[in-house]
């Protein structure tokens, strides 16, 4: 007979896959960050930083205040533990792992590099100076390579042809990042950046394809086919075939979790055979835009009854919310949204609207007032201002 887990269940189950609920360590070391990392196996990075920049958001949600320069250190050094790849988004990933990717670099190559009418194709003169360039001066920046005949062919998202030519070979896993200075990516042959050992590792399609799932089971607890597939951006076909080998081996184990139906029937689920699964979650956090927890809007919903959309991209006017807003939340619910800005020439953390939920409990200003505070400390900033936009926002100003 099929286990059925409440919805309550669920989510703790999930929250406790991503590292919350644990006791935080009194001070924060590599050690920690870089375990940390590999529970999570990804950390998407992205470049906006009103707030802060949100690869270090995670760990700040899950572990507390925290040296960044510690994990720019095991993420960005030249011989860091870590590196990039698109592994969900662009992300960080074990160095270890890069031959897990390799289907995937293949696919690029097939899609992007192979066909002759296609851009790399038509630029196989820069593509080939680059790697002359690489190979003699490597690692650099875009902009350290750029030559005079290049030019920018659009506004500032529009990138040059050598900018172009070094993100298709990164796809293709011919180049690799050796890190980043003042957040700039530093290419190099990859050959200069994954040891041999590890370039010279062979994994089958289907083996890899069956350990990215395994390892999104282990870092979501619980899932269904959509939400294991999107955690490495698998498609559902092979997806599911390493589901249903995991399900034969025993790993992982089908349920059914109340209230979680499609098209009028309960979706099939899974839960890894060791997921914890405590009866109770402590946790406050503010979540990233890009978190796992919340960066596959449909299982947020599902999950969190939480609808989520980023509206950085979403013309002033129309935004409903705020332009960079960070779910919040506590203990095994999400109970609102907060639009931050860290005011650093004037030393402020600037609270630009605030909402609530539904489901928010009693208490969730001076909980949320209590997590602010550790928040402006940790960005090194002496004050928070709170504006009057937001249903959340009186109180919030109040507790404060």
């Known amino acids: 007979m099929v286990e059925k887990i409440s919805s309550a269940g669920a989510r703790r189950i999930a929250l406790a896959a991503q590292g919350f609920g644990r006791p935080r360590p009194a001070v924060v070391s590599a050690r920690h960050l870089n375990g940390l990392v590999d529970r999570l196996n990804v950390l998407q990075i992205d470049s906006v930083n009103v707030f802060e920049r949100s690869h270090y958001l995670p760990v700040f949600a899950r572990l507390g205040a925290y040296d960044k320069t510690i994990l720019d250190r095991i993420a960005f050094e030249a011989k860091a533990p870590h590196t990039e790849y698109w592994a969900h988004e662009a992300a960080l990933i074990n160095r270890e792992d890069w031959a897990l990717f390799r289907w995937r670099m293949r696919d690029y190559r097939r899609r992007y590099r192979d066909p002759e009418d296609g851009w790399f194709q038509r630029n196989r003169s820069t593509v080939e100076w680059l790697r002359a360039e690489l190979a003699a001066n490597g690692p650099l920046a875009a902009g350290e390579i750029e030559h005079d005949a290049n030019k920018r062919t659009g506004p500032w998202w529009g990138w040059s042809d050598v900018k172009q030519a070094l993100e298709y070979m990164f796809y293709f896993g011919e180049v690799a990042i050796a890190g980043r200075t003042r957040f700039q990516r530093r290419y190099a042959l990859v050959e200069n950046v994954i040891p041999a050992e590890i370039l010279d590792r062979e994994v089958g399609d289907a083996d890899a394809i069956r350990e990215l799932i395994r390892r999104s089971v282990l870092a979501h607890g619980i899932g269904t086919l959509g939400d294991l597939a999107d955690y490495f951006r698998i498609k559902r076909a092979p997806a599911a075939v390493a589901v249903r080998e995991l399900e034969e081996s025993g790993e992982l184990e089908p349920v059914t979790v109340q209230g979680w139906e499609r098209n009028g029937k309960p979706e099939k689920v899974w839960v890894h055979r060791d997921a914890r699964r405590p009866r109770r979650l402590a946790a406050t956090a503010l979540l990233s835009p890009f978190d796992p927890v919340v960066w596959y809007r449909d299982r ?101």
Do not use: C
């Not at 919040?328 to 402020?348: C, F, H, N, P, T």
């Not at 953390?349 to 007032?369: M, S």
């Open 300 to 400: 947020a919903l599902r999950m969190f009854d939480f609808h989520y959309r980023i509206e950085i991209y979403t013309p002033e006017p129309k935004r409903v919310y705020g332009y960079y807003v960070l779910p919040i939340l506590l203990d095994d619910r999400i109970v609102g949204r907060i639009d931050l800005k860290s005011d650093r020439q004037a030393g402020v953390l600037r609270v630009q609207a605030a909402w609530t939920e539904p489901n928010a409990p009693d208490g969730t200003a001076e909980r949320v007032a209590g997590l602010l505070h550790e928040t402006a400390a940790w960005q090194g900033l002496s004050a928070i201002t709170v504006s009057g936009r937001g249903d959340l926002a009186p109180a919030l100003a109040a507790s404060l």
